[in-house]
C-alpha cells in the first residue's frame, strides 16, 4: 500500500520543492477598466438594469429624484435607511416615509409592514446592472431585502464600469464593512422545473435613481 507521505513526497518532487517549504507569494491582481464615459455608463448599467426586469431613471436634480420616488410611492406606506444622501435628496421628508429607527425591533416592525424599502448606494456596476451597498448603521440592510418594493438612489459620480473598478477603489471591502451586498435586480429563484419566480426571498421590484449633480 503506498502511503500518503509517499504520494506526496512524489508531488513535490515534480514540482521541484521541499516538505516544509512555504508558499510562493500570491500573484498580482490582474483588473482591466475600461474607458467609458458616463453616458456609456448610464447606457449599459440602465439596459442591464432593465434585461433583468428592474427600473432604471435618471434624475438631473435632488428635486426631480425626489418627485420620481414620490411618484413611485404613490402614497404608500415607505421605510427609508439613514443614509445622508436620502436627506440630501429630500426622501425622508415624503409623506408616508418613516425613517431614523435606532432599534433594530422597530425597524423589522416597520419594514415588514412598509410596501416600499428606500435605501441609497454606494456604488452601481455599469456592466451587469448591480447596485454596491456596503451595510453600515445608516445602511441597514434589512430595508433593502423585506419590503417588496426597493427603491435606491445613487450619485451619478459613483456609476462605475464594473466590478475591476470597484476593486481599484476598494481593494479590501472587509476593512470598510461587514458586508458589501451586490444587489442585480429583483430577487429571483427557480425550482427544480427551472422556473424562474421573483420576489420570493427579497423585493419583487426594484428601482435605481441615478441622480446627476448630488455627490453623496
Not at 102 to 118: F, K, Q, T, V
Not at 151 to 169: F, K
Request: glycine fraction near 8%; charge should be neutral; include cysteine.
Amino acid at each position: 500500500m503506498i502511503s500518503r507521505e509517499h504520494v506526496l513526497h512524489k508531488v513535490r518532487a515534480a514540482l521541484g520543492r521541499t516538505a516544509g517549504q512555504p508558499p510562493a507569494a500570491a500573484p498580482p491582481a490582474r483588473l482591466s477598466v475600461p474607458v467609458w464615459d458616463p453616458a456609456e455608463r448610464w447606457r449599459r448599467f440602465s439596459q442591464a438594469l432593465e434585461k433583468l426586469g428592474g427600473k432604471a431613471l435618471r434624475a438631473g436634480s435632488a428635486d426631480e429624484a425626489r418627485g420620481y420616488v414620490q411618484e413611485l410611492l404613490k402614497g404608500r406606506p415607505a421605510v427609508a435607511s439613514n443614509a445622508p444622501f436620502l436627506a440630501q435628496c429630500g426622501i425622508t421628508d415624503l409623506p408616508g416615509v418613516r425613517s431614523g429607527f435606532s432599534e433594530a425591533a422597530a425597524l423589522r416592525e416597520a419594514c415588514a409592514a412598509a410596501e416600499a424599502g428606500i435605501t441609497s448606494a454606494d456604488y452601481g456596476l455599469a456592466d451587469t446592472g448591480t447596485l454596491v451597498v456596503f451595510s453600515s448603521e445608516q445602511e441597514a440592510r434589512l430595508i433593502s431585502l423585506l419590503p417588496p418594493i426597493h427603491i435606491a438612489l445613487l450619485p451619478a459620480q459613483h456609476l462605475l464600469t464594473g466590478l475591476d473598478e470597484l476593486l481599484t477603489l476598494v481593494p479590501q471591502p472587509a476593512q470598510r464593512s461587514s458586508a458589501m451586498v451586490l444587489i442585480t435586480g429583483p430577487s429571483r429563484t427557480a425550482d427544480i422545473e427551472q422556473i424562474l419566480v421573483r420576489g420570493v426571498h427579497g423585493p419583487g421590484e426594484i428601482h435605481v435613481i441615478v441622480v446627476e449633480g448630488k455627490e453623496s
